[in-house]
């Protein structure tokens, strides 16, 4: 906003378009839809400014370009009608951030490139912005990362705090008006998504690389044992304000991005040990391996469906970002592949239901989440699940749900329908912030009578490769990965600096009077 008062270098009309198309979907405002009828018609207008002025931007790499290539990245993708356009964009945006060496940073920076503090703070934000958006595309769209952290040195600490305890309000959530003065938390929560983001780089090539194929499944699991620690790692490590044990009735849900944050956490564990319980390239493993990594998704999918709950209560799954609906789909088909052996009136039944909810009311802001619609329905087709009727309601606030999120799976036989345990009585056996000693990660936080080696046969029988080609989802696999050099450690967390060579005292940002302008200046 300074920028574009002033006409400085951080404001362009491609990129305040690129914002309003962004921010379109989350208003209840006929007037941004191009047809009135249909809500995912919403911004249009300016997606097609945002394209035509996108085509003199490609001429020359500027930050603003960065930016609104990233925002309509995420927005593209969510809407579901440019997939493909949303992939060439970002690696439009990390070509660009390479191309002005925001990749590389040190302390000669200031001296050579005679940069501010306030100009190098901008920099290092849209490179971890960048940073994150690959690794999320990557999630997405199966395919592999472009930015990787061992071609990059840049510091992961902010000198700007100002936004972290800045009060949040939610403001395109119907039904959250009551929601209490409550701090943002956005440095902190990007801070820990830029750390997550870089074990999300580590799972994407240790485990699903075509290199892995060579090592094989008693190879790789050494490997998935050690990213399995640095993600509890990175949880054990959270600040105290981003967890959320949404058991505790005492405990304010926090915003909507921290919910995001937690869910993703979530999903990297289903990611990361998925491989080994379905049938595919790792599945061959030994029984003890599929069993604990069985154990640590059904987990992982119990506890989504909870954040997902309380975010529904507190807010709405209307307008939640994609990242939910994307974490409500990883979180189904597991659920689905219980239910398979599990009768109709089942804790895992009642979880399906809940995600086909949450992703069926999101479809109106996120209309791409039609395909995770089809695909899930698909997969439940496939296994022979019937859900029953699954009603557009809100997840949290269905009769009886607080406590239905709280049950974990426990008669083995279909005819016996499982006896519901209170949310507050299981969430401190299943959450847990370090392995088990003793025993194998995962079952020991399953009920001893739940079969697990019935439900594996389920995942091998049918796995997520028969989902209809081209949905975008299923598992995370590659038709073509470079060749990585054997025993080289690439991703280590500690391998970005968090040190720029300088103090990180906050520096005083100057914000420059905006000098009188024209209306039509500010014309998009």
């Known amino acids: 906003m300074r920028d574009m008062a002033c006409g400085g270098p951080y404001f362009s009309k491609l990129l305040l378009n690129a914002i309003y198309f962004g921010a379109s979907k989350f208003s209840s405002r006929l007037e941004v839809r191009s047809n009135p009828k249909d809500p995912s018609s919403a911004g249009w207008a300016y997606r097609q400014r945002s394209k035509d002025l996108l085509v003199p931007a490609l001429d020359k790499s500027n930050i603003t370009t960065v930016q609104a290539l990233l925002i309509l990245t995420n927005s593209l993708f969510a809407m579901g009608q440019e997939k493909q356009t949303a992939w060439l964009y970002a690696g439009m945006a990390v070509r660009m951030i390479i191309d002005l060496g925001m990749h590389v940073e040190d302390s000669s920076i200031f001296k050579t490139h005679r940069l501010s503090f306030d100009e190098v703070e901008i920099r290092r934000r849209v490179f971890w912005a960048g940073y994150v958006v690959d690794k999320i595309q ?49 440095v902190s929560t990007f801070t820990n998504l830029c750390k997550l983001s870089l074990i999300v780089e580590r799972i994407l090539i240790q485990v699903y690389a075509e290199q892995s194929l ?57 990611q990361l040990h998925h491989p080994f319980v379905a049938k595919g390239h790792l599945y061959s493993a030994t029984s003890s391996t599929a069993r604990e990594s069985f154990g640590v998704c059904a987990t992982a999918a119990t506890e989504i469906v909870q954040l997902l709950m309380a975010y529904d209560k507190t807010f709405s799954m209307a307008k939640a970002p994609y990242l939910i609906a994307y974490s409500t789909y990883v979180a189904a088909t597991i659920h689905a592949r219980i239910a398979a052996h599990k009768d109709e009136g089942s804790d895992a039944h009642a979880n399906l239901r809940r995600c086909l909810a949450v992703l069926r009311e999101n479809q109106s802001t996120n209309s791409g989440v039609a395909s995770a619609i089809i695909a899930l329905q698909s997969l439940t ?18 009769s009886g749900l607080e406590e239905a999120a709280g049950q974990i799976y426990q008669s083995a036989n279909p005819r016996n329908k499982a006896q519901p345990i209170a949310a507050g009585s299981y969430s401190h ?47 995370v696999r590659f038709d073509w990965y470079p060749e990585i050099n054997a025993g080289q450690d690439t991703l280590m967390l500690d391998h970005v600096s968090t040190e720029a060579g300088y103090d990180n005292t906050l520096p005083t940002f100057t914000k420059p009077m905006a000098p009188n302008r024209s209306p039509d200046q500010y014309q998009m």
């Open 138 to 186: 990557s999630l997405y769209q199966g395919r592999p990362a472009t930015l990787q952290a061992v071609t990059c040195r840049v510091p992961l600490t902010f000198l700007d705090q100002y936004e972290e305890e800045e009060h949040w309000q939610p403001v395109s959530f119907s039904g959250s008006v009551h929601y209490p003065e409550h701090p943002a938390y956005s």
């Open 214 to 270: 060579k090592r094989g499944p008693d190879g790789l699991a050494g490997d998935v044992k050690r990213l399995n620690e640095e993600l509890e790692h990175w949880y054990t490590f959270l600040p105290g304000h981003l967890k959320f044990d949404p058991s505790n009735p005492s405990q304010v849900v926090p915003p909507p991005q921290v919910l995001s944050l937690l869910a993703l956490y979530h999903v990297l564990r289903i």
């Open 381 to 398: 087709n496939s296994l022979g699940v019937d859900i029953g009727q699954v009603e557009d309601t809100q997840v949290g606030r269905e």
């Open 429 to 475: 056996d299943l959450t847990l912030p370090h392995p088990p000693s003793g025993g194998d990660l995962g079952t020991q936080l399953l009920p001893a009578d739940f079969d697990i080696d019935m439900i594996l046969q389920g995942f091998a029988g049918a796995d997520m490769s028969s989902l209809p080609p081209g949905s975008g989802y299923g598992p």
